[in-house]
């Protein structure tokens, strides 16, 4: 199995916030999609942040505070793996 760090060199442009921001929308679609949640108002609303931060991010122009990735993955029982790109399943029991 290839490490994270050399998943990171073999791609051109990789940035590892960049990363982590697109898996943390991948992960807020999924769950909006199998009925977990119902929007992502919902996300943003229960950890306190602005409507616009989860637009911000899913545009590339923010990356997710590591406190609300932090409490997202524990609320939801997410793998951590997933958001560093070194598992597909994105909970942890899949």
Do not use: C
Request: aromatic share 14%.
């Amino acid at each position: 199995m290839s490490s994270y760090r050399d998943r990171a060199s073999e791609s051109g442009d990789f940035k590892e916030k960049s990363l982590i921001s697109h898996k943390f929308i991948k992960a807020v679609e999924y769950l909006i999609e199998n009925e977990v949640i119902s929007s992502k108002k919902e996300i943003s609303d229960k950890y306190g942040y602005s409507k616009s931060l989860i637009t911000l991010i899913s545009q590339g122009y923010q990356d997710v505070p590591i406190g609300l990735l932090h409490d997202f993955i524990h609320d939801y029982h997410l793998n951590p793996d997933f958001f560093f790109g070194l598992e597909e399943n994105i909970y942890l029991d899949k």
